[in-house]
């Protein structure tokens, strides 16, 4: 438009000077040029007009196409739900298999969903075929229904997809079959997938063969396993999500004071015997003003030290790239999660169960001659009341709550360490736990209040204490000890542990690192800890073991 006034603007100057009678040079060479630009935008406005009407007709022409498209679609869509209605009134639903044809929608409607059951809904495909086999084999003519159903339900396995997860988390439909390489070669797949728009009823004598062919063979049954007659059927996938271990958590080492070991080894200063208290008299001249020959009687305080020498703990894993690469789970975050779980579990055994000790009375591998084994590299909790100080031991026999009692008795003279519960932690193997909880005296609501084990399922504690339940804590022998051989281990234990008498020094804290090794194109995962666990006295740890379980 712009283009338009302008040029409309120049014919009216050209024409007020051409109606001159007379024109100066000057007036005349402007009349020229202004001619000239007359021209020029008159030609582009020729062009401008002409390349909008040549826009305007291809406009035209795509939404012309784009409505036919429109109009074709609705009319297929259309056709498609005469069809399905013309297969309903000849009871030949189109729908999907063993289910039938809704007659309402109960999405969209809100009246109630009404759906056909067969009585072939039960059966698994393979048997709907293999059954039809044998009746033929016997004589016998299945019905149309029956052809009807085994044609639906191939069809139905046809389309189904397994979603996989790729490394990056996003989510992947895949076939669940490879129909293309299964499926017997006189087979219409696009019949039983639906693909093709066919009026007349998909079972007809070829497609009855051809699934004849899917579920059996000549002189033999097929099963899933055997190999040229279903094994290749079967297809092996892979969910991209682990299936994570069943683990207990990992209880024991959170349970103590912790420290750093600025030295290996490191000693920890202790307390030890209290000064001594006397009767004092009365100071009553200048004499007693001398030191020594006061009324006070001195004494000296004692002191004392444990000494903390940590173990080494350790690990090591190797994978190739092209495991991380091809691999539907990815290896370094699972492995690293994986080691991070298992080096705390194992922390855990070894603080429980822990026996420097060599050969065959290690308390751990009691018979074997293991010197690589975790367990060696500290002297753990049930290495106290086991070889330590074995008068902090008791065998327990028959579980009763007695035995409780008879633990916390065992804790320094007298039982003076297991009197403040608030210092106190039962640890216990699952099978005591299990025990524990039937007990009269925790089971009922009359003796044990609402915490009655009988309503709860739980028991969380005993005489004020905490009970603490370890998957790393494992059935022993009569005598307290874990056996090679597992069998030898049917027997039950639990300690009763004051935590304010032990201490665990770390002079390396767990650590997880992941390396590639670029000339051998590896990768590898090694864990590692060093730690002690130190006892400030005998008395800390009192154990009752060969419990019935």
């Known amino acids: 438009m712009e283009l338009k006034a302008k040029l409309q603007e120049l014919k009216r100057r050209v024409k007020e000077l051409a109606f001159k009678a007379e024109l100066s040079a000057e007036e005349a060479t402007e009349l020229k040029a202004k001619m000239s630009e007359v021209e020029v935008l008159g030609a582009q406005l020729e062009a401008q007009e002409k390349a909008s009407a040549e826009e305007l007709a291809a406009t035209t022409a795509a939404e012309a196409a784009q409505k036919a498209a429109v109009d074709s679609a609705v009319a297929e869509a259309v056709a498609e739900k005469d069809k399905e209605l013309e297969a309903l009134r000849k009871g030949r639903s189109p729908l999907a298999p063993g289910i039938g044809a809704p007659t309402s929608d109960s999405a969209g409607s809100g009246l109630p969903s009404i759906t056909v059951s067969s009585p072939f809904d039960r059966m698994g495909t393979f048997d709907l075929a293999l059954k039809y086999e044998i009746l033929k084999a016997q004589g016998g003519q299945p019905s149309d229904k029956w052809y009807r159903a085994l044609v639906e339900r191939v069809g139905r396995v046809a389309r189904e997809e397994d979603t996989l997860y790729i490394k990056n988390g996003q ?91 600025p030295s290996q080894p490191y000693e920890y200063p202790e307390e030890s015997t209290d000064p001594v208290f006397y009767k004092v008299a009365e100071s009553t001249n200048e004499a007693q003003l001398v030191i020594d020959a006061g009324p006070y009687k001195d004494s000296k ?72 084994a975790s367990n060696l590299i500290v002297d753990g909790l049930r290495h106290e009341p ?12 028959a579980l009763t709550i007695d035995d409780f009692g008879a633990t ?142």
């Not at 997938?193 to 070829?206: A, F, H, I, L, Y």
């Not at 059927?233 to 271990?245: D, E, G």
């Not at 086991?386 to 026999?397: C, E, N, S």
Request: hydrophobic share 40%; net charge negative.
């Open 171 to 261: 989510p992947v439909k895949v076939p669940a079959l490879d129909w293309a390489n299964l499926a017997p070669k006189n087979l219409d797949l696009s019949e039983v997938r639906g693909d093709k728009d066919e009026t007349q009823d998909p079972v007809n004598s070829r497609g009855i063969k051809a699934l004849h062919n899917v579920a059996t063979k000549a002189n033999e049954l097929v099963y899933s396993t055997q190999a040229t007659a279903g094994d290749e059927w079967v297809p092996t996938l892979m969910n991209a999500q682990l299936w994570r271990t069943v683990r207990m958590n990992a209880a024991v080492l959170g349970l103590f004071e912790q420290f750093d070991m």
């Open 301 to 372: 305080p004692g002191t004392a030290k444990t000494t903390f020498s940590a173990g080494k703990l350790g690990g090591i894993s190797y994978w190739s790239e092209e495991q991380e690469e091809d691999g539907i789970i990815a290896a370094e975050p699972q492995f690293r999660d994986q080691y991070g779980i298992a080096l705390a579990h194992d922390i855990d055994k070894v603080l429980l169960s822990g026996d420097e000790t060599t050969g065959t009375s290690n308390i751990f591998d009691n018979a074997a001659t293991n010197t690589t």
């Open 386 to 397: 086991l070889v330590t100080t074995t008068a902090d031991g008791r065998d327990g026999g």
């Open 408 to 549: 916390q008795a065992l804790m320094g003279t007298a039982g003076k360490f297991g009197v403040n519960p608030a210092d106190l932690v039962w640890l216990l193997d699952p099978a005591v736990w299990h025990k524990a909880k039937l007990l009269g005296e925790v089971l009922t609501v009359d003796k044990f209040g609402s915490m009655a084990t009988v309503i709860s399922g739980q028991l969380g504690g005993l005489f004020g204490s905490p009970l603490v339940v370890s998957e790393d804590y494992g059935l022993t022998t009569t005598l307290g000890v874990i056996h090679t051989t597992g069998s030898n281990n049917t027997k039950g234990s639990f300690m009763c542990v004051n935590r304010r008498g032990i201490k665990i020094g770390w002079r390396r804290r767990p650590r997880i690192r992941v390396e590639r090794l670029a000339f051998s194109d590896a990768v590898y995962i090694v864990a590692s800890a060093r730690f002690d666990i130190g006892f400030k006295e005998a008395g800390m740890v009192a154990m009752s073991y060969n419990l019935t379980v």
